[in-house]
Structure formats: structure tokens, C-alpha cells
């Protein structure tokens, strides 16, 4: 089986930094895939990383430890804007099916 | 490109009805799959497929039948609804690795 582990909530003020993390265990593990929702809209891909490290993208950088079984999504320069939920989600080959966690609501204030 | 198209947006259904999800791409690709998302829960893999004629069942199959007779159409059958099944449902798409797109979402009641 498959399962993944990310916080629930997580609030933070405009322009701080916020890290999601995101845990996993599979049976067999391709990549790392973080995705955001707002409210009541469809989920929208943000980073991948199949390979150790940092992939950054803008004010959005995400992290893979292979090793670890971990990655995080780093979200610099909040806005209100960003505040959506935020799911990791992983395959364990590819082109077969995206598993994802729970995910985690962030709320930013002013 | 109008990209993943799913239909209907809304449908509230009695128990024991039957119904059909329609979702369609057009960006050829090979990968379908659908997900429903309830609070908490996040999103739950229901059925996929990675190409036509081949389907695969994910987390949550149970109550719910698919094909894949050609690349662009992959729908999602309810033969009798339950109250559990009230679910906003996502069919999504994408190449053999890569992003996945999303449709907008068909949001379902059953009484």
C-alpha cells in the first residue's frame, strides 16, 4: 500500500516563509508531486521532483530526500493569495496512478 | 484546447439511481484517471487508466464501473448511487509522467 503524511493546517503572515512537509511510504517510489487547491476550483500542479534536492519555481521551491522518504514545499514571500490547500502526491512508476495525501490548508493573514 | 472537460457540473441523484460522469480530453493523452475529494480526505484515487481499452482500479473503487474505448473519453458509472458517494468527483489527465490536469470538478448529491 501507500500512504502519505502532511500536516492539516498551517497559518502564517504575509511575506513569511512556510515549509509543508510531506512523508511517504510506498511500495515502490517514482516522484514527488505537490499540487494547490483554492477553494472550490480544481487542483493545480506546482513542482515534481524525481531526483534528491531542491527544484525551485519563483516564490515556490520543493525538496525530495529519497532516502528519508520526505519532501517539502517552501513558499517565500507569502500573499493572501496563497492561502489554498496544498497536496503531495506520489507514483510509484511511470505513467501509472498519482496517489495523494490529504493535504494541508494555509492560511495566510495580513 | 479546452483541456479536461467534465459533465455535469452539478446533478443530485435519489438513491439507487444510476448515472454517468463524462469526461473528455484533448490533449492525447494517455493517462486518465478519477479522484473523489470529501472534507478532510483529501483526494482519493477511484479508477484509472493509461490507455485506451486498459483500466485499473486505485483506493476507493467500490460502487463504480469505467471504460476506455478511445483516448479522449474516459466516464465514470454509478449503477446505484448510495448517500455515501455524495462527492465533488475530478477526472484529470496527463501525458505518461508529467503534470496532471484537472477537470473542473462534477459536484454530486445523492438523497
Known amino acids: 500500500g501507500q500512504s502519505l503524511e502532511q500536516p492539516s493546517e498551517v497559518t502564517a503572515v504575509e511575506g513569511a516563509i512556510v515549509q509543508i512537509n510531506c512523508t511517504y511510504q510506498t511500495s515502490g517510489f517514482y516522484g514527488l508531486s505537490w499540487y494547490q487547491q483554492h477553494d472550490g476550483g480544481a487542483p493545480t500542479f506546482l513542482s515534481y521532483?524525481?531526483?534528491?534536492g531542491l527544484e525551485e519555481t519563483g516564490r515556490f521551491s520543493s525538496f525530495l530526500s529519497r532516502s528519508d522518504s520526505y519532501g517539502y514545499l517552501l513558499l517565500q514571500e507569502l500573499q493572501m493569495k496563497d492561502s489554498a490547500s496544498y497536496f503531495c502526491a506520489v507514483s510509484r512508476q511511470a505513467g501509472t496512478a498519482l496517489i495523494f495525501g490529504k493535504g494541508t490548508t494555509l492560511s495566510v493573514s495580513s | 484546447n479546452a483541456g479536461v472537460t467534465q459533465t455535469p457540473k452539478f446533478q443530485v441523484l435519489k438513491t439507487g439511481q444510476s448515472m454517468t460522469l463524462q469526461c473528455a480530453q484533448d490533449m492525447n493523452h494517455e493517462y486518465m484517471s478519477w479522484y473523489r475529494q470529501d472534507p478532510g480526505m483529501g483526494l482519493r484515487l477511484i479508477h484509472y487508466s493509461v490507455g485506451a481499452g486498459i483500466t485499473d482500479q486505485g483506493e476507493v473503487p467500490n460502487g463504480y464501473n469505467v471504460s476506455r474505448s478511445t483516448t479522449e473519453d474516459f466516464p465514470l458509472r454509478l449503477l446505484s448511487a448510495a448517500p455515501s458517494q455524495t462527492s465533488v468527483y475530478f477526472c484529470?489527465?496527463?501525458?505518461?509522467?508529467?503534470?496532471?490536469?484537472f477537470g473542473e470538478g462534477s459536484r454530486l448529491t445523492v438523497l
Open positions: 521532483n524525481g531526483l534528491d
Open positions: 484529470a489527465s496527463r501525458e505518461r509522467t508529467g503534470e496532471l490536469f
